[in-house]
């Protein structure tokens, strides 16, 4: 691969100072001391960002006290709260890394990343919002305090953040686990906060792949800052901003370009943990929001809300978009109607960093609408053919990533890790893409079989294996297929067991029950076998085309 890749261009602070997220922490909380840094307005708690950062201090002190160790990992399974940022600072600053966990995961999944990660201490909540967490956990591992051991032997601690109902065996509440840092000292907790790092492991994502099993995504303290000060650069993110941040903070946009991007330009973090248009319109002008990042699908429910006139919302400056194709006139529509000065789009996976390629602030909205952009400042982006050769400019390849926001790897598969970064440093995305004479960056498909709902990745082969546990199930095989509202969605083709009968309404129902709702198809048609080529794979392709051609009643359509 000898040819030049599209490279970032712009200048980059990648010689910040800070080195590690507590570093940053402590900066920030004495330099800008009394400004707001987060707003929970559902909880009525407001922290400055001094207070974050006592905040953060004790909590790294309660999990010294609870046993966790430089290099430990620590899970946080909860809806954007003010707690979760907190816990997840003063776990990095105890020197773990932290895991967060699908809000949409069923205690199967959840329990699969608590194992695989070996994850010393567990942040959750109890029953929020009629879901509740830690039933789902315990129906999989059973009590927390004693079958659980051996499912999952290396978690120590659980702590229940908010909920219905005070904790129960093997659990302890917030408050209660913030008391007890009193039992390690200051002097300790700032010890074990200055030996964290830059190239300490800062969190580990998980993300599915076509294995079908969860792989964690290692990030450094390094990366994750270089990458989103880079972000808040080209986004134009500025102190005295305010964030509302929809994007979940288990996801890289709403952690990553989220909450961190806050702390690090000093703006103001509003969490907010459910998406409701009607709920965010009013949160804009009473909030005095500023930023509102978040997937195509967020602002589209905006503008077509019957209320949206009746809310002032000329405080709006910044959108950050992408995860999907975009028409033009949402674009148009978003500046002219939502008084946005800035749009952007940009397209990430996981595994580099979240973050690959960005439109700027002065691209046109055919620009922004039509592309990704181009690569971030510090990395490079190339299109290749199927021999490892850059395709020429306007042809389709698939796109590949080398720079410092390649992870480090995935976690414990030394095996998937060799098949995605090449002995040359590129990370093989499994996107194919067009790269156009400038270096814009087209996603047009994808290597694998990979669909995105509403902005989060689907996986067939994990949506697979988790209903061939379904035991009247045979074969199945599932696909992406269009979708108004979200993007694309799921439909499952499923091969009874001999002498079984499948009701679809029944089968989808249970898919629901069991995984999360953005993997759970929403169609599904029964059919005798599945079509197979001369090897045995599934032709995949013919199922498209079948489900296409099949009206959504004939297949079986979730409601």
Request: one cysteine or more; proline letters at 6%.
């Amino acid at each position: 691969m000898s040819a030049p890749a599209a490279q970032g261009d712009e200048g980059t602070r990648g010689d910040l100072a800070w080195g590690t997220i507590p570093r940053l922490l402590a900066e920030q909380a004495t330099h800008l001391g009394s400004r707001e840094a987060i707003a929970d307005v559902d909880a009525g708690v407001t922290l400055s960002f001094e207070q974050l950062g006592g905040a953060a201090h004790d909590a790294a002190r309660a999990f010294m006290v609870h046993g966790v160790e430089p290099g430990d990992r620590v899970g946080i399974w909860a809806p954007n709260l003010w707690e979760w940022v907190v816990a997840a600072l003063g776990a990095q600053s105890a020197g773990a890394a932290i895991v967060p966990l699908n809000t949409r995961f069923k205690g199967r999944e959840a329990a699969y990343i608590l194992r695989k990660s070996g994850a010393r201490a567990l942040v959750t909540v109890g029953d929020f919002l009629g879901t509740n967490y830690l039933g789902m956990l315990r129906d999989t591992v059973g009590d927390l305090d004693g079958a659980a051991r051996a499912e999952l032997p290396a978690l120590e601690t659980v702590v229940v953040v908010r909920g219905e109902g005070a904790p129960t065996a093997g659990t302890t509440g917030w408050d209660d686990f913030i008391e007890r840092a009193d039992l390690v000292s200051s002097e300790e907790a700032d010890d074990r906060a200055t030996r964290v790092e830059p190239g300490s492991t800062s969190d580990i994502l998980f993300t599915s792949g076509t294995t079908g099993a969860p792989k964690g995504v290692v990030c450094t303290h390094a990366q994750t800052l270089r990458a989103f000060a880079d972000w808040s650069d080209v986004v134009g993110l500025r102190q005295g901003d305010r964030y509302l941040i929809v994007n979940p903070f288990f996801h890289g946009f709403g952690y990553k370009a989220g909450w961190l991007a806050c702390l690090m330009a000093g703006a103001t973090n509003l969490p907010h943990a459910v998406f409701d248009a009607g709920a965010v319109l009013a949160r804009v002008p009473r909030d005095r929001v500023s930023v509102l990042p978040g997937p195509p699908t967020l602002y589209q429910s905006i503008l077509d809300h019957p209320d949206r006139d009746r809310h002032d919302l000329s405080c709006l400056r910044l959108a950050v978009t992408g995860a999907a194709s975009i028409p033009v006139e949402l674009i148009l529509r978003m500046r002219r109607e939502l008084t946005f000065e800035t749009i952007i789009t940009g397209y990430g996976l996981t595994e580099s960093c979240a973050i690959t390629t960005m439109c700027r602030h002065d691209d046109d909205p055919e620009t922004i609408a039509t592309t990704s952009g181009r690569a971030i400042p510090g990395t490079e982006v190339r299109v290749v053919d199927q021999s490892g050769t850059e395709a020429p400019r306007g042809e389709p390849g698939e796109v590949v990533v080398r720079g410092y926001n390649v992870m480090q790897g995935y976690y414990d598969e030394p095996g998937a890790t060799a098949d995605a970064i090449d002995p040359e440093g590129w990370l093989h995305t499994g996107d194919i893409g067009i790269m156009d004479q400038r270096g814009y960056l087209r996603i047009t498909d994808r290597v694998k079989d990979m669909f995105i709902v509403g902005g989060f990745n689907a996986y067939p082969a994990e949506i697979e294996n988790l209903m061939l546990r379904n035991d009247r199930i045979a074969q199945v095989a599932v696909v992406g297929i269009p979708d108004l509202r979200m993007g694309e969605v799921g439909m499952a083709f499923v091969v009874p067991r001999p002498g079984v009968e499948i009701d679809v309404d029944e089968l989808l129902a249970w898919c629901r029950r069991e995984m999360a709702n953005y993997k759970a198809p929403r169609r599904a048609a029964i059919v005798p076998e599945l079509p197979l080529n001369a090897t045995g794979k599934v032709l995949k392709y013919e199922l498209r085309e079948r489900a296409a051609a099949e009206p959504a009643q004939q297949a079986g359509q979730a409601g």
